[in-house]
């Protein structure tokens, strides 16, 4: 089953949760990729970029980001935040499936499994041949991705969050379907707003994600056109990949 426009929308609460629950650096991710790319001169390219919790910290830096996302919701709160701390990138309202840039990248990051809300293959194989084309020669691919181990997860996701304006935001995320012949999940996520102990606000929104195997994706990249494949779990340099990793960031080079 292929993405719809039912799946993968973040509506206007999602992205509110999304800055309070992750502010920058709070996931590992961030500071691993910096790491990677300090001192990286060629202008880079971020697919589903989101609010900017990966495009700010490196725009910060001192590198050249540009980005998409669907998401007119998660753009708007990019480019508020983006002026808030003096900087106007180009940004996007792309999907994976239809991006296009004039030119090249000299490297493309899809941090934190943003790659895995492509929930067919088909549609992903068709995005690395996309980032394949919008690389220069020997620029470079960095995806984080989910292995297969994120499959039978089942558990229920219950949380709540008080908003700057004193609303309390609350969620309700229960795995809805889980196809084990395409690798792929779905969770019905519930939205509320409360102000004043009343409901003022409720959004559905479905996710839906392909998980990975790790040779799986490797032949897939390759298969993609890419090169010099190398592959890290759980942001740690130190040691090799492990099943139990819950994600593996994957570097490979448009030859």
Not at 61 to 74: K, R, V
Request: glycine fraction near 8%; proline fraction near 6%; aromatic fraction near 12%.
């Amino acid at each position: 089953m292929s993405s719809t426009l039912t799946t993968n929308r973040y509506g206007s609460i999602a992205p509110e949760i999304y800055d309070i629950d992750k502010p920058d650096f709070a996931l590992p991710d961030t500071a691993f990729h910096l790491e990677r790319f300090r001192g990286f001169s060629a202008p880079i390219l971020e697919p589903a970029c989101g609010s900017g919790r990966t495009l700010i910290p490196f725009l910060q830096a001192g590198l050249d980001l540009t980005g998409f996302d669907p998401s007119p919701e998660m753009l708007d709160r990019c480019r508020a935040r983006c002026s808030a701390t003096g900087f106007a990138p180009d940004l996007a309202g792309w999907t994976f499936a239809d991006f296009a840039y004039p030119g090249t990248f000299g490297a493309i990051l899809v941090p934190a499994g943003s790659f895995t809300l492509i929930d067919d293959f088909a549609a992903a194989m068709a995005a690395l041949r996309r980032f394949h084309d919008h690389l220069d020669p020997g620029g470079v691919l960095v995806l984080d991705i989910q292995g297969l181990a994120s499959l039978p997860v089942r558990g229920e996701d219950r949380r709540r969050w008080t908003a700057p304006n004193g609303d309390l935001l609350t969620l309700e995320g229960v795995r809805s379907r889980t196809d084990w012949f395409r690798q792929r999940a779905e969770v019905t996520y519930r939205y509320e707003r409360w102000r004043d102990h009343q409901l003022v606000e409720t959004q559905i929104d479905i996710m839906a994600q392909r998980f990975w195997g790790l040779d799986e994706f490797r032949m897939t990249l390759e298969a993609a056109g890419f090169a010099d494949i190398s592959v890290v779990g759980d942001y740690d340099r130190s040691r090799g990949v492990r099943s139990s990793d819950r994600g593996w960031t994957f570097e490979a080079r448009k030859p």
